[in-house]
């Protein structure tokens, strides 16, 4: 499945899950290895103005500042 990554770091991630017979945005940040690594889920939303919403209240980016990708 593919993700959406910020151009910036790489640090957040939006991907499209399957969750309970509905496809959700998750916005996910994740750490550097050297930090520990892992993840942290930031909110999952259903649409994408939901998705602008919460990428304006959790994160310093917009919908324009990710761009497509194949997931690690």
Do not use: N, Q
């Amino acid at each position: 499945m593919r993700e959406w990554v910020c151009g910036c770091c790489g640090r957040w991630r939006v991907s499209v899950e399957l969750i309970r017979g509905r496809y959700r945005y998750r916005l996910v940040r994740r750490y550097p290895a050297r930090f520990g690594g892992g993840k942290d889920v930031l909110g999952e939303v259903g649409t994408v103005a939901e998705l602008d919403d919460l990428l304006r209240r959790r994160t310093p980016l917009t919908l324009a500042d990710l761009h497509e990708t194949e997931p690690a």
